[in-house]
């Protein structure tokens, strides 16, 4: 039984306290949206924002889920790690919501953790992707917390085995930045490439804020590798590769998401860009996915012209992760809608074909997007 027919039975479910297990069931369904759409972090909850929007658009348009419509709850956290607990406590407690998308970020979304598994109401994030996000002990995932992003470790082993499959790679220098997220890209890379035969010649930190870079230029010049994997933020990334590509030297740079920012065009310049490789969730060039220009086209018409981010495609496949959730649920609560996110198999997103493993960690295709002249030039998928 789905929610189409439960009207008799919503008003029979649920007799603990908690918000997942009460009933929510009226007029609409009803979908918390806590994302930063003001203060420091706004572009981030901005952009998943309309993202999220086209897919409960597209819902309503189609009928909604049993016949009702999607209501969208958007409460704006200010980018504020007090006022996102307290507003994740409000939609879930006082608002009635079924599940809750947001926040965005990783630090904001683990703050609101306890609140989702306190209230038993799911909690999804497009963009909190550490490794350790999702995990409530080493065995276990906290129950009613997922993300739409592949984690970084996977976006890692996605770029050890392109390279080993794609480049025919068997040596790698790893260049990586002590901040951030970045030893999480680096050591499942490590790991990964290892792991299938390869070598890496060195792992070298580089120091926050460093642009001279020309040791490196001058050890990759004297040493025999196949790749150069480098995991730090955009600006480091491209003051590398003009260096790199400056001295004549062809290696294949293989990076992280941070790659897809105009900072690398900026900085090292379109002419420097071919050789170039980095692991997205979303890429408008991916040509294998038809969702893809749908998307494109929705959001187009829907934002002015405006183009789709990786991190529009993300909260997007977020919405639809939850929407999908409750259209299987047995009943309308926020732990029938757990079990059925939990169990998600294949659902077909912006940013892949989207299955939900035991660890609550997304299992689908990582891409590769290829830069020529500083333009991607094809998108590889790898399967998980």
């Known amino acids: 039984m789905t929610l189409a027919g439960l009207a008799i039975l919503s008003l029979l479910v649920g007799c603990d306290g908690s918000a997942g297990a009460q009933p929510h069931f009226g007029q609409t369904i009803k979908i918390g949206l806590n994302l930063e759409t003001s203060g420091n972090l706004a572009w981030y909850g901005g952009a998943a924002l309309k993202g999220a929007q086209i897919a409960i658009d597209a819902a309503n348009a189609s009928g909604g889920i049993g016949g009702r419509q999607v209501q969208a709850m958007v409460v704006d956290n200010m980018s504020q790690a007090g006022r996102t607990v307290a ?11 079924l599940a809750v998308l947001g926040p965005a970020t990783e630090d904001l979304f683990r703050a609101t953790v306890t609140v ?10 497009p963009l909190a992707c550490g490794s350790r996000v999702l995990a409530m002990t080493e065995q276990a995932p906290h129950p009613y ?65 460093e642009t001279d870079l020309s040791r490196y230029v001058t050890q990759l010049a004297q040493t025999p590798v196949d ?15 003009g260096q790199l590509r400056g001295a004549g030297l062809k290696h294949p740079v293989l990076g992280i998401e941070s790659f897809n920012d105009p900072v690398l065009r900026d900085i090292a310049g379109a002419g420097a860009l071919t050789g170039v490789y980095f692991t997205v969730d979303f890429s408008s060039a991916d040509s294998r ?31 639809l ?34 299955s939900i493993g035991p660890d609550h960690e ?18 590889t998928h790898v399967a998980p």
């Open 116 to 125: 989702a598994d306190r209230h038993e109401i799911v909690a999804v994030s």
């Open 362 to 379: 997304v299992i689908k295709d990582g891409l590769v997007v290829e830069l020529v002249e500083g333009a991607p030039a094809s998108v």
């Open 321 to 354: 992760l939850i929407l999908d959730a409750i259209r299987r649920a047995n009943s309308p609560t926020g732990v029938e809608v757990q079990r059925a996110l939990a169990e998600t198999q294949n659902l077909d997103g912006v940013t892949g074909r989207i």
């Open 289 to 319: 996915n038809p969702r893809v220009q749908e998307f494109i086209d929705a959001y187009r018409n829907a934002w002015n012209g405006e183009e789709p981010s990786s991190q529009s495609a993300l909260g997007h496949d977020a919405a």
């Open 87 to 97: 507003l994740g406590t409000q939609l879930m407690s006082q608002e009635k919501a």
């Open 145 to 209: 917390v997922f993300r739409s992003c592949l984690g970084y470790a996977q976006q890692g082993r996605t770029m050890a085995n392109f390279a080993a499959a794609n480049l025919s790679a068997r040596s790698a220098l790893v260049l990586r930045t002590t901040e951030g997220p970045f030893a999480d890209f680096a050591d499942a890379f490590i790991a990964e490439f290892t792991a299938s035969g390869g070598q890496i010649i060195a792992d070298e930190v580089i120091g926050p804020g």
């Open 227 to 241: 790749v150069v994997y480098v995991a730090t933020g955009s600006a480091q990334a491209a003051h590398l590769i």
